[in-house]
């Protein structure tokens, strides 16, 4: 089961996953706002116990209004630790809505309990601010100048720390620990700044997606980073077409990924270079090529 895409239904694969086995379930459920066949309402109570069974570390999932609330209630009845609410603003608008065009996204981290502690959460200075830097700064002079600034600001400076690891006040007297900051990594924030993958890697000409709701491949590297361990489990119920699975494997963790759809199995296991399993029931003619969908939809 470790390092496969499964092709299933999660809850049928989820019963076989041991408790505890799982470092960090990492995953972008089906919103349940009717945008296509695979986009059903999942039983989130259910799913949520599961979750809670197989993991020891953290539960991240992707959403937004109003299905949102449904995935955070029942986090809470299940008394996960409730860690972070980071906002992914894509910097493009979404397709045209009869509201306002939508921009980002949400991201909801839970851990099992409030002791857990992320594995990562710094990173190239650029990576973090630059991307942000970009809603008010239009030349590259510009921007160029800005970074300079801010950095020089950040060189050298020295941060306060008490004994158990946290900043100190300046007048505090006990425990404390100095530490150097890097002028070239600073830590994350929680608004994240990425493009969509159509817009952020050559595929843009065609408005193409290897599904529907892809993630940029990026962000979901940064979340393994945040909150496994190098050679930890990730567990991707909802994969889509194996993103997950890809950034785990370019960093070093192992994966279980689950997909449900026929099409989107196919396209994640090409991606991962895993041979295809068929199934009686689902004839060979069936299963499509990788090419990239023709959608607009993110």
Request: proline share 6%.
């Amino acid at each position: 089961m470790i390092n496969q895409i499964i092709h299933g239904d999660c809850f049928d694969v989820l019963k076989d996953i041991p408790d505890g086995s799982i470092d960090a379930v990492i995953t972008d459920p089906p919103y349940g706002i009717g945008l296509a066949k695979w986009d059903s309402v999942v039983d989130i109570p259910l799913f949520t116990k599961e979750v809670k069974r197989v993991t020891n570390g953290f539960y991240a999932f992707f959403g937004q209004m109003p299905t949102m609330v449904n995935w955070i209630n029942s986090a809470n009845n299940e008394k996960l630790h409730y860690c972070e609410h980071i906002s992914w603003v894509k910097r493009k608008e979404m397709p045209v809505c009869p509201r306002l065009k939508r921009k980002h996204e949400s991201i909801l981290i839970y851990s099992q309990d409030s002791t857990k502690r992320y594995f990562k959460q710094t990173g190239l200075y650029e990576d973090v601010k630059v991307p942000g830097l970009l809603f008010d700064v239009i030349t590259i002079q510009a921007i160029q100048r800005t970074i300079s600034e801010l950095k020089t600001g950040r060189e050298g400076r020295i941060c306060q720390l008490t004994k158990a690891g946290q900043f100190g006040s300046a007048n505090r007297k006990l425990g404390k620990e100095h530490r150097r900051i890097d002028g070239n990594d600073t830590n994350y924030t929680n608004v994240w700044s990425f493009l969509p993958p159509v817009f952020n890697d050559g595929r843009h000409q065609k408005q193409s997606y290897l599904h529907p709701t892809e993630k940029p491949l990026e962000i979901m590297k940064r979340l393994v980073e945040m909150l496994t361990p190098e050679g930890g489990t990730v567990l991707d119920p909802f994969c889509g077409s194996g993103t997950t699975a890809l950034a785990c494997k370019e960093l070093g963790r192992n994966y279980i990924c689950i997909e449900k759809e026929l099409e989107y199995y196919q396209i994640a296991c090409n991606r991962l270079d895993q041979p295809i399993e068929y199934f009686p029931d689902e004839p060979i003619e069936e299963i499509i090529d990788n090419s990239p969908l023709q959608l607009k939809l993110f």
